[in-house]
């Protein structure tokens, strides 16, 4: 499972990794895939909700805005997408942000601005998570520590993040300790998870 969101009905979407998409409303799952809907890969990464209850999906082919029975595929070929790959999406009043792997974009409805390292103060073009602050400013995850975009003067801060394997050994004993969770649980952690658990403690 790659993200996990729900929309205005509390149905519960999921994102299936190499699986497709999937919505469980309480009952039953009905599920998404090339074969019976408009996303253009079964790999699904990311998807968010706008306050009308379209939905934002991304894949590594492309992003897809759904709406009602409609979906509308966007890449690189008919936006300013700098990659099929979408990481990370936020979806913030009438306008999106796309998370990538070249960097990051936001989506007016009409026009595309694209930032990355060589045009702005953003730490890393990977872009890992995707969250909005109490300020309305943007944070950034991304692979080379966090990176904040100060919406009152459009510029980027950055905070960056070191890990070693002696610091994730110490942040293992310390939860084992405390809360009682398996090895297990910690194999199966990435950087991504890692990230947004700080980057959430930094928002909060």
């Known amino acids: 499972m790659n993200d996990l969101d729900f929309d205005a009905n509390n149905n519960k979407w999921v994102c299936f990794g190499n699986f497709g998409l999937g919505m469980y409303d309480g009952t039953g799952w009905t599920s998404y895939n090339t074969g019976n809907s408009g996303i253009p890969s079964d790999s699904v990464i990311c998807l968010d909700f706008d306050n009308a209850g379209n939905s934002w999906i991304g894949t590594n082919d492309g992003a897809v805005f759904k709406s009602g029975t409609n979906w509308t595929v966007y890449n690189t070929s ?8 979408i990481t990370a999406i ?7 942000w796309f998370g990538t792997r070249n960097g990051l974009v936001f989506y007016d409805g009409t026009n595309w601005s694209l930032y990355n390292t060589v ?11 995707i969250k909005k602050g109490n300020n309305n400013d943007i944070w950034l995850g991304t692979r080379n520590g966090v990176s904040n975009l ?10 960056q993040i070191l890990y070693s ?20 649980f910690f194999q199966r952690c990435n950087l991504l998870l890692q990230m947004e658990f700080i980057l959430l403690k930094t928002v909060s």
Request: hydrophobic residues 40%.
């Open 150 to 159: 100060i919406m009152a003067t459009g510029l980027f801060s950055q905070r």
């Open 78 to 85: 008919n936006s300013g997408l700098p990659s099929n790959s």
């Open 119 to 129: 045009n702005s103060g953003l730490s890393n073009d990977s872009i890992t998570v």
């Open 165 to 184: 394997a002696v610091i994730l050994q110490i942040l293992k004993l310390i939860i084992m300790t405390k809360y009682g969770f398996p090895v297990v």
């Open 90 to 96: 936020l979806s913030d009043g009438g306008s999106t």
